[in-house]
């Protein structure tokens, strides 16, 4: 049984005092041994269900009317489905499904607290079956449960119980994520996978975090830390740690002599401004069957406005060739005389890019298209798949 600090909310405090049977799994509360009656008029048992609201470690009142059932239609003591009842399927996690969702709004306002919800519904199902057997209640005794998930985060995920995705979200489980460069794009590309369930997501990049990186970049560093000079994988390391546990930072540059470190990656951001290296690293992640995706982009001032190209390139096994071609060759001769132009939300929207493109190759999203080039014209706002017809 757990003690963590959930158990001590005065809304699951007074549940246990009453003798409900109480659990916490995937961002729900869970009230088990449930009687309710069937269609046949026997009595059975089943649980009710809904995603909670968390600040930090507490539970918070104030979640809306709805509250979900698993079991057979609930219905009143002659057989009738009750009418608060819709058939609607929710994964509350892995391996446990709700069946029905309940809806009964006792006025504008709903319910005032967690308790009175739960017991609420918990008597407009259970006072039928104990209209046919007088033993069947819904308070068999105090139990008290939270279930560990494996989750990878620090705290609760409430975002993924609340949408109802626990089951597509899991998907990313056993991922293992590296991210090259760790600039403008590579840090927002952080900022989002750090909200995914993968096992781990590894910073690769040797650089120090400066001004410049503090507005290309995700948050806000305070003076004090740039006066610092902190190393730009081990300063957003230590932010994102206080979300995902598996975070890892390794403070070099990722260049030939040491690829070993891509060992174990199921898919890996390529981010970094270096082209010189690039050959090298694509070389590797091609020998290894290790997908990746490269992003870049391409911005120039005409007439005092900015204007450019954003470009989100994947490589998949069994479709190396096309990537390739797509990937832009070291220029050193060329690089040298371009200004590197990048803003914050370019950077930004070139990580989500990217992001969602990985997400489609893990079943995350929905793919119809398969592209593996995208391109976004700032001056035309166009998305361009250039993979389609």
């Known amino acids: ?56 470690d507490r539970l918070v009142s104030g979640t809306d009317h709805r509250i979900w059932f698993s079991g057979s239609v609930p219905c009143d003591e002659h057989g009738r489905p009750l009418a608060l009842a819709s058939p609607e399927l929710r994964e509350v996690a892995e391996g446990v499904r709700a069946d029905f969702m309940l809806s009964s709004k006792p006025g504008p306002d709903g319910y005032p607290d967690e308790y009175t919800k739960i017991t609420a519904y918990a008597r407009i199902i259970a006072d039928q079956a104990h209209a046919l057997d007088s033993s069947a209640t819904p308070t068999p005794g105090a139990a008290w449960q939270e279930i560990d998930d494996d989750s990878p985060f620090v705290y609760r995920d409430t975002a ?40 781990s997501i590894l910073l690769v990049d040797g650089d120090t975090f400066d001004n410049h990186n503090a507005f290309r970049a995700p948050g806000a560093p305070t003076l004090e830390t ?4 902190p190393a730009k994988a081990a300063y957003l390391a230590s932010i994102y740690a206080n979300m995902h546990r598996g975070v890892k930072a390794c403070e070099e540059y990722l260049d030939e002599d040491n690829l070993h470190l891509l060992t174990g990656a199921t898919f890996v951001f390529l981010a970094s401004d270096a082209a010189a290296g690039k050959p090298a690293i694509i070389d590797w992640l091609e020998a290894h069957d290790v997908p990746f995706t490269d992003v870049g982009m391409g911005v120039e001032e005409i007439d005092g406005r900015l204007s450019g190209l954003l470009r989100v390139t994947i490589s998949l096994p069994g479709r190396r060739d096309a990537a390739r071609r797509r990937i832009p060759q070291p220029a050193p001769e ?7 132009i990048q803003t914050a939300d370019l950077n930004a929207l070139n990580a989500v890019l990217a992001v969602i493109r990985w997400k489609r190759s893990v079943g995350v999203y929905a793919d119809a298209t398969d592209e593996g080039h995208t391109t976004y014209s700032l001056i035309t706002n166009e998305i361009a798949n250039e993979d389609l017809p």
Do not use: C, W
């Not at 609340?162 to 927002?188: D, T």
């Not at 060329?334 to 590197?340: C, F, K, P, V």
């Open 334 to 340: 060329r690089d040298a005389y371009t200004r590197n």
């Open 226 to 229: 740039l006066r610092g000079r």
């Open 160 to 199: 993924t119980s609340r949408a109802g995705i626990a089951a597509v979200n899991r998907r990313f489980r056993g991922h293992r994520v590296v991210i090259v460069g760790l600039g403008g794009s590579g840090s927002y590309i952080l900022d989002q996978v750090a909200k995914t369930e993968v096992d």
């Open 1 to 56: 049984m757990s003690t963590a600090l959930l158990a001590r909310d005065p809304d699951l405090a007074r549940l246990l005092d009453d003798g409900y049977d109480v659990v916490v799994h995937g961002g729900h509360i869970i009230v088990r041994h449930i009687p309710y009656v069937t269609e046949d008029r026997s009595v059975e048992h089943g649980f009710l269900a809904y995603p909670v609201t968390v600040s930090g």
